[in-house]
Structure formats: C-alpha cells, structure tokens
C-alpha cells in the first residue's frame, strides 16, 4: 500500500477522532451527525468490499443486509422494550449473524451464475428482501416506523451523543482490522486468486465456492453491523434502506473509493457523504458537477480514489 | 372473463412500453458490453421532449417526433462525449459512470425543466376508447401504445434480420473482433446502435408520458424492470427482449390483479392480505432468479462472449 | 512524503474546512421556523402553494413575530419519509429552528415529528393528520393546523348515507393517510362495501388495473382518496376509460383549487367535503384569498389555508410570550389556546392538539368567465372532534 494511501487514512482517522470535541466545542451537533453517518457507510462500503473487490463478484444487493440490521433492532425493539433483547451487546452479534446467514444463501444461489447474470441475480434477492420489508404491515409497511427505543449499551444508550459516535468509529475501525486480517489470511488469497483466475484455483483442488459463500457471509454480516448503527443514527426503518439505489450507492462508494484496497471503502463513503455536505451548502444542484466528476474518475482513474494515491494493492 | 382479458391488455401494454425500453439497453449491452445506467435517463427525457415540443407545436404527433429527434441528438452527444470513453472497460467501473450520468440528467432536467411534475393530454382523437369486443371497452391511447410497440417492434425486427445493418450488428453483436477484422467500422457502428438505443427509450418515454407524470427520477423506477426484460431475455438478444418484456409485463399485472385473491382463497385472510401485494411485487423477480439459476445467459442466449467475468 | 500525499491531504483539509465552514456559520437571532414541504416531483406544486401562503401570512404580519424577526428555511422532502426525516434533523440540528412546519404526508410526518421534538422544536403540521399522533403517540409537542385524516372522509361518508348510497367500491393509496382515510369513510358509511382496494405508493399513477376491476364490479358509486396530482390522473383515466357518467365518483382531498383548471370540465357538479373553502364567509379568509389571489395570480387551496394557519398560530404562541423563546411551556400553553384568527373562523385545538373543527359540502362549479371553483354549501358536522382524541393520554389527562 502506498504510503499516501495510509497517510489520507490516517489523517480521515485523525478527522474522525477530533469531529467529536469539534461538534462539542463549536455547538455544531450536525457535523457530528454527518461523521457518524460516514462511518456507519464506511463500515458498510468495508463489508461489501470483501465480495466487490476482493473477491471481484459484482454484487449489488447488500443494502438488504443493511436492512436486516436495521430490522432487527427496530423489531427487537418494537416487539420486547425493556428485555435483554434491546441491549446491543445482543443486537450486534444477532444482527451479523442473520445478514450473515442471509448473505450466505443468497450467494449461495447466485455464485451459481457469473457476470452479468450474478450482478442482476443479486439485484432481484435484493428486491425480494425490499418487498419484504414493504410487507411488514406491522411495522410501518411502506410508511417504515420509528425505533421505539435505542440499543441499550449498559447504562446507556446508542441514540445520540458522543457514546453512539465512539461506537460507530470503533465499530468502523473494527470492521477495517478484520478486513486487513481477511484478506492476509489464506481466505483472502484464495479470493483474489479466484478473482484473478478462477480456473488456476479449482485446478489446484481448492473449492473457490466455498471460500466466496464465506465472504459473502462476512459481507453480510458487517453490513447487518453497519445497519444496526445506522436504525440508532435515524432512528427511523423503512424500506427505503432496503432500496436497489442503496445497493448501487453503497458500490459506488467502494468503486468511487477504490475496490479491492483496505481503505477504498473509507475513501469512498468519506468523498459521498462529505462532498455532497460542502457542494450542498455551494448550491442545490451540486449533482450536476457531482455527476460527470464521477465519470471523470472512472476516465481518468480506474482505481478509484486509492488508484490515484498510489499504485494498487492490497498489502 | 372480460376482467381478465382487460387485465392481459394492461399488462400486454405495460410489456409493450417494457420491450421498447429493453430493447434498445439489449442492443448497448449485447452489441457494446456497456452496463448502460443511463438508458433510464433517455426515457426520462424523451418523457420531458414530448411535454415540452407537444406544447410549443399544440400537436401531440408533431411534439413526439420532436422529442424523439431530440433524445436522439441528446443520445449521439452522450457517446461521443461520455459512452465511448466506456468501451472496454470492466462492467463494474461502468456502472459508476454511468451512476454519475444519471445523477447530471437528473439534476440537469431538474434545472431545465423545473423541479415539478409535468403532465401531458394524449391527443383528442385518442382520448376516448374502444370497444374491442362486446364487454371490452378498452381506451383508445392504451390501444394506440400497443399499435406503436408492436410496429416498432416489427420495425425493429426487420431492421436487425433483414437489412444489411442489421447484419452487420448481428456480426458484432455475436463477435466483435471478428467483425472489426472483416472491415466493419466499429465506431460508426456504435455510434449508430446507441442512437437506436436512445430512440426506442425515448420512444417509450413519449409512449408513457400521457399515462403517468412526467417527473425526475422515472427513469430509475423503469430502468430496473427493462434490466430484468434483458437479462431474462438474453442480452443481446432482441426476440428474447420481445418474449421477456410481454411475459414480465403480463405476470406483474396479472400477478398484483389476481394473486392476492389466489392467496386468500388458499390462507387465512390477514396472512394473505399481508403476503400478497409483497409477493405480487417481488414475482418479476423470482422469475428472472430461475431464469437465471436454470438458464444463466437467458431465454435466447446470443453470444458466449456476455458471460466472460465482469 | 511524496506529490501525490501532499496533494490528498490538502484535498482533504479543503474539503474539512468548507465542511466546518458550512456547518457551524452563525444561526439567525430571532424566530426560527423550518417549513418542510414538497417542491419537487409530481406533487410540487402542493408545497408550492403552501410556501407561497406561508411567506404571505409573513408579509401580513411585517416579518415578525413577538417583536422579534423570523426567518424561514423550506426544505423539499421529495415526498419521501426518509428524506423528510434528513431534512427536519438537518433543520433542528443545523439551522437551530424552534418551530417545524409543512409536512404535506402523513408518512414523512410520522417519520419525521419525533426527531423534529427531539431536537427541540414545536412541530406544526400544515396538512398531514395522521391517526398514531391523534391516539395513544399524541405529543405535547405536536399541533396540528388541518384535520385528522379520518375526519373528512367521515363527513362524506355522511352525506352519502343521507342519499341512501350503497354497494360502493372504496380506493385508496397504500400508506398511512388512504389507510386511515378509508378507515374514517367506512367508520361512518352505513352503505355495503363491495370492494377495498390500495394502490401503490407513492410510484403508482397509471390505475388500468383498478379500473378493469371497478367496471367488473359494476358497484352504484366510488369513494376513493387520491391527493393532487394523483387526483388528475385517476379522474384523466377515469374519463379515457368510459366510466365517467356510468358510475358516479365520490371523492376527498382529491379535487382541489390546483388541480380544478385541469379536471375542471371532468368533475363539474361533483361534491365534496373539506373543513375550508375560498369563499367561506369569514374576514381572516377574505383578506387571505383577496391577497393570494393579488399577490399570486391565483384561488389558494385548502392546503394553502392551512399553512398560512400555521403561520398565524406560532405568531400567536409567540406573541403570548413576547418574544421569549426559551419558556417552552408558556410557548405550548399559548398554542394551545390557539388564540389567532383562523382562515376557517373558530378555531380550537382538542386534548390531542388536532383542531376541533366544523366540516361543509362543496360543490364544483363553473364560473361565467368559464373558470370552475368550489361553492360552499351546507354545514356537515358541526365542531366535530376526530375519533382518536379519547386513545390521547395527554386528552385524558386534562379532562
């Protein structure tokens, strides 16, 4: 990894750990709110990087795995207030674990196919979970709900404050260190040489299969972290965390960012959700210069913002 | 039985406008390779042409050919200045790009055309209906999107299988170095398929303007379905876009008249009355999910090439 | 340190300052008010009207409330919960407003109002009234200038009953409002049912498949509820379809002044229901329409009325309390004595902060210049009170 590459992660870190006594010392709640909306995308845009970059499956229906984060504890909360099954040491863990398992059986179905027909496969379970959500009459249907009440965390709570932002970037730095461990690991090796040349893989004897369902299982379940955040951010479920436009933000983060590098992700949820704040305050029609920059990048730098500090790789 | 029959007709119609939008995303993708975002877009501006040329001319005919005229321009321009730069590139850096085209036309028609919906009359001759049989009293607009679709259609067919551009985009369609090596001009050829592209999307877009409200962001709501119509039909492949979009089209109107009453013959009411408009919604989807585990290149496949690794 | 981090890092240090920049600029002293409405899409023209009456009710009181200034952000939330509820925390916790205003959808207002109290504001809606917020989820925080959704429905059930009408096929969209405005019509309508039918929302505008089945199921009347822009369209397609004259349509919320230049000719007679109209007999609304119409060009629309109510009911909170913004409680006990002159004439607030309201019978009718508008007519329910206010803790406990 270049040594721009760490240095701009460092010092997005460095941003992140000083917007606290910042947003405190200027009264400017709101720029704490868009650096915890950062991180809860950044660990997100991690997770999906495992199956879009690593592994170079383009899937584009993890904005469902979020979505069951979020439902789980909007449920969790709706359905049992004031039980064990509200505290987040319970929802974290429950949550990665069903994204988790999801994820798993959606890849499952889809490694089946490759290509475009996996892009598209993934999209359709990705609407299917969004219908599904839109059929919780109970909860809100189309309308989506409020959480009833936030993760408990001890004596506290994930609802707002300073607490709610420390977790959201040790959950993000968490999500980072296990994405550098992944992809050190044999488990990643696999990946990426599937991902280089699937044939070689199998021709070893190793069963590429199994090791991209794992990934997807991993994604999954770091987006069903990110998506328990994200209902405490909000404090509001709906489908529309569900949607397919979701799905390509979240890979436009991690392709704007730079795919299949550590910090990509980072980079990518950081130039979304910062860059629309700054333009947004210059003019309301800041996506049309947003828009073609995009292009731009792709023109100019198809490795995306990491691509352009440095030559890519992964170590 | 009269109800069922008005009901195929909607979804006929629906698979009419569904097959213009996809067959133009086919012929990109197939011919191309290009995961094309933006088709939407071009349909979306079609949409706004017609409104706008309808009302400056005062005649919805002379208005759609204005706006299919213009969506065409607006489609050239697109290649040569964005589109080209794409070729060759892996689908997935595509997608990005062509995620950014979508957010300039639609903050650009936002500053355009203003921030409101517009809507546009469908033109006096067409606004009454027609009794097809005794009992079926269909509009005569919807009637006339279904003439439209399906000579576009013939068109289409026509243009792909029996004149000598039609070979030429079959030849590279089915292997495009190969045709480059025998002197076809890829360029020149490209920049033709995607101007054909943007016409029947734009098409399409004019076809619905008198059915809904013209807004931003309908391009996105569409775009989503003529990808299923593709993929489910075989990229590349125009009868499979043809075949796809009238099934797609029939089983999501069929599917929300009829499913949830199916459901609550066979279940307890509440479950059904919830499971039911979820399930009709998310039928197209499973559909095109078999499809593709039992058949990953579509209906129709075309060319080996479609299934290298994106 | 090479050329390509020295120049991230300034990128980055660029964009973190602007960010701070923008983020922390001086809040405006004085009365702040966030107006989320929608100015974008098919329903724009809606919060259009309502902005233009909300910044006339603002000229009619010189820009001030209490002695103090007012400033107006309007944020669009593209009739979309998700983005209303962006845009109303961005309002409170960015731009520091006390009062939160608009709101056109009864989902965006649900997901919204809980953040907008949270952060400290009084939440006003302008339109939607949906039943959680009237029942056991009534705030004290939260007040509203309109209608509880069932409420209108419920009298044009009424007026159906004293026609003796039966077998009606009942349509709405499926979201919180048709929910509950189907739940007030069939409340109230003492006539069969033959069918109940929920349309998608917000996406669906083309009802072929309604239609179909409203004409297989050959029903004496329709009841439905499509607001604004989808009011044109279900009427527009109503018409292509053949079945207008052959089965009669009974509406609510669905014909209003914006949408009677386009469907005028396609309605004309038709009747309706609403707690306000143009012509009310009142001198607040005399001046109100008189200047809209001077001022804009054009007749306001019920949802216009509405939001300029707003306006005058926070300038009468704040006029209470002489500007002091800080003593929230005697703020709240101000609106909720609702002490202004109200469009609609008496006006008062019940237990659960929803208006107790007289509710009429318009009928659409054309003018000798061609033009069509809404004729005000008997009187349907007098002060009626919505059905939820007895779920209200807060009713029960000042009772």
């Known amino acids: 990894m270049s040594r721009a590459v760490l240095l701009l992660a460092a010092a997005l870190f460095v941003a992140l750990l000083a917007a606290a006594p910042v947003a405190l010392l200027l009264d400017a709640p709101y720029l704490l709110f868009v650096f915890q909306q950062l991180a809860i995308l950044a660990t997100a845009a991690v997770g999906l990087n495992l199956v879009l970059g690593y592994a170079g499956l383009p899937a584009f229906g993890h904005a469902a795995f979020v979505g069951i984060g979020a439902y789980t504890v909007g449920i969790l909360a709706a359905e049992l207030p004031g039980t064990l099954f509200t505290s987040a040491w319970l929802q974290l863990p429950l949550a990665a674990v069903l994204a988790g398992v999801v994820a798993a059986l959606i890849g499952a179905v889809s490694l089946r196919t490759r290509g475009v027909a996996f892009l598209m496969i993934t999209l359709a379970f990705g609407q299917m979970l969004y219908f599904a959500a839109v059929a919780l009459e109970r909860y809100g249907g189309d309308d989506g709900m409020i959480l009833a009440a936030p993760s408990r965390l001890g004596e506290q709570d994930l609802s707002r404050g300073v607490l709610s932002y420390a977790i959201a970037v040790v959950v993000l730095a968490v999500a980072l260190y296990v994405s550098f461990r992944l992809m050190r690991s044999p488990f990643g090796a696999v990946l990426r040489g599937a991902a280089a040349n699937e044939r070689r893989m199998q021709a070893v004897g190793i069963a590429v299969h199994r090791y991209r369902i794992g990934a997807f299982a991993a994604s999954g379940a770091l987006c069903g972290i990110a998506g328990v955040l994200l209902a405490n951010h909000t404090a509001f479920i709906s489908p529309a965390t569900l949607a397919w436009t979701r799905s390509v933000e979240l890979a436009v983060m991690v392709l704007l960012g730079g795919a299949g590098t550590l910090f990509g992700p980072l980079f990518g949820a950081a130039a979304f959700v910062l860059l629309e704040e700054v333009f947004s305050g210059v003019s309301e029609h800041w996506r049309i210069v947003f828009g073609p920059l995009l292009l731009l990048i792709v023109l100019a730098a198809p490795g995306g913002i990491a691509g352009l500090l440095g030559r890519q790789s992964n170590d | 039985m009269t109800l069922f029959l008005e009901q195929a007709l909607n979804g006929l119609q629906l698979g009419v406008l569904l097959f213009l939008l996809s067959a133009g995303l086919t012929l990109v993708f197939g011919v191309m390779g290009i995961v094309n975002l933006a088709h939407g877009s071009l349909y979306m501006l079609g949409a706004y042409f017609a409104v706008t040329f309808t009302a400056w001319t005062g005649s919805f005919v002379l208005g759609a050919m204005g706006a299919l005229l213009a969506t065409v321009l607006v489609g050239v321009v697109l290649e040569r200045v964005a589109i080209r730069g794409l070729y060759n590139r892996p689908h997935l850096e595509q997608v990005l790009g062509t995620f950014g085209l979508i957010l300039f036309f639609n903050e650009g028609t936002r500053l355009v055309f203003g921030p409101a919906g517009l809507s546009l009359a469908p033109p006096a001759w067409l606004s009454g209906q027609v009794t097809l049989l005794p009992?079926?009293?269909?509009?005569?607009?919807?009637?006339?999107?279904?003439?439209?679709?399906?000579?576009?259609?013939?068109?289409?067919?026509?243009?792909?299988?029996?004149?000598?551009?039609?070979?030429?985009?079959?030849?590279?369609?089915?292997?495009?170095?190969?045709?480059?090596?025998?002197?076809?001009?890829?360029?020149?050829?490209?920049?033709?398929?995607?101007?054909?592209?943007?016409?029947?999307?734009?098409?399409?877009?004019?076809?619905?303007?008198?059915?809904?409200?013209?807004?931003?962001?309908?391009?996105?709501?569409?775009?989503?379905?003529?990808?299923?119509?593709?993929?489910?039909?075989?990229?590349?492949?125009?009868?499979?876009?043809?075949?796809?979009?009238?099934?797609?089209?029939?089983?999501?109107?069929?599917?929300?008249?009829?499913?949830?009453?199916?459901?609550?013959?066979?279940?307890?009411?509440?479950?059904?009355d919830a499971v039911g408009p979820a399930l009709s919604s998310m039928l197209i989807y499973i559909a095109m999910a078999v499809v593709l585990v039992v058949r990953p290149r579509g209906l129709f496949p075309t060319s080996a090439r479609t299934d290298v690794a994106v | 340190m090479n050329v390509r981090a020295l120049a991230g890092l300034a990128v980055l240090a660029v964009i973190l300052a602007a960010l701070v920049f923008n983020l922390t600029r001086e809040r405006g002293e004085g009365v702040r008010i966030g107006f989320v409405t929608t100015l974008s899409g098919g329903s724009a023209a809606i919060g259009a009207d309502m902005r233009d009456a909300f910044e006339l009710a603002l000229d009619h009181m010189g820009r001030e409330m209490g002695g103090r200034p007012v400033t107006v952000v309007y944020e669009d939330d593209a009739q979309n919960p998700d983005t209303g509820l962006q845009k109303t925390?961005?309002?409170?916790?960015?731009?520091?407003?006390?009062?939160l205003t608009g709101y056109i959808w009864s989902n965006v207002l649900l997901a919204s109002y809980r953040a907008g109290i949270d952060g400290g504001a009084f939440v006003i809606s302008a339109n939607a009234g949906p039943s959680e917020l009237a029942g056991a989820q009534c705030q004290p925080n939260f007040f509203s200038t309109s209608w509880q959704n069932d409420q209108t429905p419920m009298a044009m059930a009424e007026v159906m009953n004293r026609r003796n009408l039966s077998n009606v096929y009942v349509l709405a969209p499926n979201y919180a409002a048709g929910r509950n405005m189907a739940a007030g019509f069939k409340r109230s309508f003492k006539g069969t049912i033959v069918a109940e039918e929920y349309t998608q929302w917000p996406d669906q505008l083309d009802f072929a498949a309604e239609l179909a089945k409203i004409r297989a199921a050959n029903p004496s009347a329709v009841w439905f509820f499509f607001p604004g822009n989808y009011g044109t369209q279900f009427f527009k397609q109503y018409a292509q379809a053949g079945l207008l004259g052959q089965i009669p349509l009974y509406s609510t919320f669905s014909i209003d002044a914006l949408n009677l230049a386009q469907i005028g000719e396609l309605v004309a007679g038709s009747q309706l229901t609403q707690h306000w109209g143009a012509d009310l007999p009142v001198a607040a609304n005399k001046r109100f329409v008189d200047d809209f119409r001077t001022k804009y060009g054009r007749t306001p629309s019920f949802y216009a009325a509405q939001a300029y109510d707003?306006?005058?009911?926070?300038?009468?909170?704040?006029?209470?309390?002489?500007?002091?913004?800080?003593?929230?409680?005697?703020?709240?006990?101000?609106?909720?004595?609702?002490?202004?002159?109200?469009?609609?004439?008496?006006?008062?607030?019940?237990?659960?902060?929803?208006?107790?309201?007289?509710?009429?019978?318009?009928?659409?009718?054309?003018?000798?210049?061609?033009?069509?508008?809404?004729?005000?007519?008997?009187?349907i329910f007098a002060a009626h009170a919505d059905p939820y206010v007895g779920e209200c803790p807060m009713a029960q406990a000042a009772r």
Do not use: C
């Not at chain 2, 796809?244 to 599917?255: E, H």
């Open chain 3, 310 to 379: 707003s306006a005058m009911l926070i300038k009468s909170a704040v006029d209470a309390t002489r500007g002091n913004l800080e003593d929230r409680d005697a703020l709240r006990a101000a609106l909720e004595r609702a002490n202004f002159e109200s469009v609609r004439g008496t006006f008062r607030f019940g237990g659960n902060h929803y208006p107790v309201q007289d509710f009429h019978l318009f009928e659409v009718v054309r003018a000798a210049d061609g033009a069509y508008s809404l004729k005000l007519g008997e009187r």
């Open chain 2, 135 to 272: 009992g079926i009293v269909y509009p005569s607009y919807r009637l006339a999107v279904l003439v439209a679709g399906i000579a576009s259609a013939a068109g289409l067919y026509w243009l792909v299988a029996r004149t000598r551009a039609g070979m030429l985009l079959r030849a590279a369609a089915a292997n495009r170095n190969m045709a480059e090596a025998l002197g076809v001009n890829s360029r020149l050829l490209f920049l033709a398929v995607f101007a054909l592209g943007a016409a029947l999307s734009g098409l399409a877009g004019i076809l619905a303007a008198p059915l809904l409200t013209v807004r931003v962001g309908m391009g996105e709501e569409v775009l989503l379905l003529a990808f299923v119509v593709v993929v489910i039909g075989g990229i590349g492949s125009i009868r499979g876009a043809l075949v796809a979009a009238l099934l797609i089209g029939v089983i999501d109107t069929l599917g929300r008249a009829y499913l949830p009453g199916a459901l609550r013959f066979a279940f307890a009411g509440p479950v059904a």
């Open chain 3, 89 to 99: 925390q961005r309002l409170v916790q960015l731009e520091g407003v006390q009062f």
